[in-house]
C-alpha cells in the first residue's frame, strides 16, 4: 500500500525556517517524481517543487530561491527546506507523486507564517 505522511509544519514568523519530512512507504521515492504541495484557504491546490528521479528539480516561482526540495534515500523520506518565509506561504503542504499526476493526498501538514 502506498503511503506517504507529511510532518514538520507549524507556526513561524515572517523570515523564518521550517522543514517539511514526507515519509513514504509501499514505494521507493527515487523510483518516482515526488514532489511537494500547497493548499491556502480559500485557493486551489498548487504545486510546489518536484524532484525527478534523476535529480533534477523543480520550483514554482513563487518559492524559487527560497525553497529547496531533497531526499534521503535510505529513509525514503523526502525533504522540502523552506527559508525566508513569507505570511502567503501560509497553507496545508501536501508530498505526492508522481508530480503531473498525483496518486493521492495524505493528511497534510499545516504551516502557518505570521506577520
Known amino acids: 500500500e502506498v503511503q506517504l505522511v507529511e510532518s514538520g509544519g507549524g507556526l513561524v514568523q515572517a523570515g523564518g525556517s521550517l522543514r517539511l519530512s514526507c515519509k513514504a512507504s509501499g514505494f521507493t521515492v527515487d523510483d518516482y517524481a515526488i514532489g511537494w504541495f500547497r493548499q491556502a484557504p480559500g485557493k486551489e491546490r498548487e504545486g510546489v517543487s518536484c524532484?525527478?528521479?534523476?535529480?533534477?528539480?523543480y520550483y514554482a516561482a513563487s518559492v524559487k530561491g527560497r525553497f529547496a526540495i531533497s531526499s534521503d534515500n535510505a529513509k525514503n523520506t523526502v525533504y522540502l527546506q523552506m527559508n525566508s518565509l513569507k505570511p502567503e506561504d501560509t497553507a496545508v503542504y501536501y508530498c505526492s507523486a508522481p508530480c503531473e499526476s498525483p496518486w493521492g493526498w495524505g493528511q497534510g501538514t499545516q504551516v502557518t507564517v505570521s506577520s
Open positions: 524532484m525527478r528521479s534523476d535529480g533534477t528539480t
